[in-house]
C-alpha cells in the first residue's frame, strides 16, 4: 500500500479556486504504478468519485458535476497528485479525499486501497 497526505482545503467563496495536493510515501509509493483518484463526502452522503487519472498515461475521467471546473494531475516526479477545482459552488463543500487503486482505471470506491486522512473544503454563498 501507499501512504497519501491531502493538502489545499480550506475556505472559499463561490466562483472562487482551490487546489488541493496528495502527496504519496512508503515502500510502493510510486503514482505512476497505480490509478490516482479524488472522492469528496458531504455531511449526511456517501463518499461519491469526483476525478481519476489512469494508472499509465495521462487519460483522466470526471463526475458530470466536476467536468469542465475541474482538473485532476500528476507529477510523477514530485510523487503528487493534484485537483484544481474552478467555478467553485456550495454543493462542493465536502471532505475531500484522495485514494490510489492498482487497477489501470476506476471510478468504483471499492477499487481503491490506499486512502488519505482527508482535507475539508467550504464553499460560502
Known amino acids: 500500500q501507499v501512504q497519501l497526505v491531502e493538502s489545499g482545503g480550506g475556505l472559499v467563496q463561490a466562483g472562487g479556486s482551490l487546489r488541493l495536493s496528495c502527496a504519496a510515501s512508503?515502500?510502493?509509493?510510486?503514482?505512476?504504478?497505480?490509478?490516482m483518484g479524488w472522492f469528496r463526502q458531504a455531511p449526511g452522503k456517501e463518499r461519491e468519485f469526483v476525478a481519476g487519472i489512469m494508472r499509465s498515461g495521462g487519460s483522466t475521467y470526471y463526475a458530470d458535476s466536476v467536468k469542465g471546473r475541474f482538473t485532476i494531475s500528476r507529477d510523477n516526479a514530485k510523487n503528487t497528485v493534484y485537483l484544481q477545482m474552478n467555478s467553485l459552488e456550495p454543493e462542493d463543500t465536502a471532505v475531500y479525499y484522495c485514494?490510489?487503486?492498482?487497477?489501470?482505471?476506476?471510478?468504483?470506491?471499492?477499487?481503491?486501497?490506499?486512502w488519505g486522512q482527508g482535507t475539508q473544503v467550504t464553499v460560502s454563498s
Open positions: 512508503g515502500r510502493t509509493s510510486t503514482i505512476s504504478t497505480y490509478a
Open positions: 485514494a490510489a487503486s492498482q487497477l489501470t482505471a476506476t471510478m468504483r470506491r471499492n477499487d481503491y486501497n490506499s
